[in-house]
């Protein structure tokens, strides 16, 4: 899943940064509300993890915007400000959660699958889809109870298809997921991993949807 984190402290951002990253998020980060309005234009992230004391513009504006625009992008809120009064306005503002700095890593990324599971519908932790099960929290993959090494890549790849069973994704969405910002994409990167993981998984999971992109079939 591709988060954008917007926070102003450089060695915090930093370390957030790196500790997502080994959680299996893509990550995104900038400094300021006006950087990250403007990366919401366009960016196409799936978790935003905002700060509220930013420059330019304040996380809760950013905020009452972003839903006014009628976004359902599931926002975190990460603030020092623990006043009731803050976690209250910030909720109602459309938040999904909350946490007061400081905080602990593990528990910031666990909230964060919560946060996807709940948008996703589902109430287990693990994603099953016929034989497969997959942990996002391990980053673990099994078929028939036996375990599948996959890569980093394949891993951003299945899981977002999982989670959008019945919908295609297009390849310049799945590009978005393997690749941050100023990193150059290799043109067939997407379709090799697909070929990879069809090898692993059988040729028949991922389908291919001509001109759209690729898709998993929600499982009846």
Same mark, same amino acid.
């Given at each position: ?13 930093? $370390? ?6 080994? $959680?299996g998020y893509d990550v ?14 366009? $960016?196409?992230?799936?978790?935003l993890v905002l700060d ?22 599931? &926002? ?12 209250? %306005? ?20 666990? %909230? ?26 391990? %980053? ?5 109870g036996e375990v599948v090494?996959?890569? $980093? ?31 150059? &994409? ?5 379709? &090799?991993?697909?070929?990879?993981? %069809? ?12 001109? &759209? ?8």
């Amino acid at each position: 899943m591709r988060v954008l984190l917007v926070e102003d402290d450089e060695l915090l951002g930093s $370390a957030l940064q790196a500790g997502l990253v080994q $959680a299996g998020y893509d990550v995104d980060w900038v400094r300021d509300g006006i950087a990250a309005e403007q990366s919401l234009s366009f $960016a196409g992230h799936d978790l935003l993890v905002l700060d509220l004391g930013l420059p330019r513009k304040d996380g809760l504006s950013l905020l009452r915007e972003l839903r006014l625009r009628g976004s359902t992008l599931p &926002v975190l809120i990460l603030t020092a400000r623990d006043a009731v009064e803050e976690r209250v %306005r910030g909720l109602d503002l459309g938040a999904d959660d909350y946490m007061i700095k400081p905080f602990d890593l593990e528990e910031l990324a666990a %909230r964060l699958r919560a946060i996807a599971r709940r948008r996703a519908g589902r109430s287990s932790p693990l994603i099953r889809y016929g034989a497969l099960e997959f942990d996002p929290a391990a %980053r673990s993959l099994s078929l028939d109870g036996e375990v599948v090494s996959l890569h $980093a890549k394949e891993i951003a790849i299945l899981e977002a298809l999982l989670e959008s069973q019945g919908r295609a994704l297009s390849r310049e969405r799945l590009e978005q997921l393997l690749y941050g910002w100023g990193e150059g &994409v290799e043109s067939n990167t997407v379709e &090799v991993h697909v070929h990879h993981l %069809r090898k692993k998984l059988g040729k028949d999971l991922i389908r291919t949807i001509r001109g &759209v992109g690729y898709m998993i079939p929600k499982e009846r």
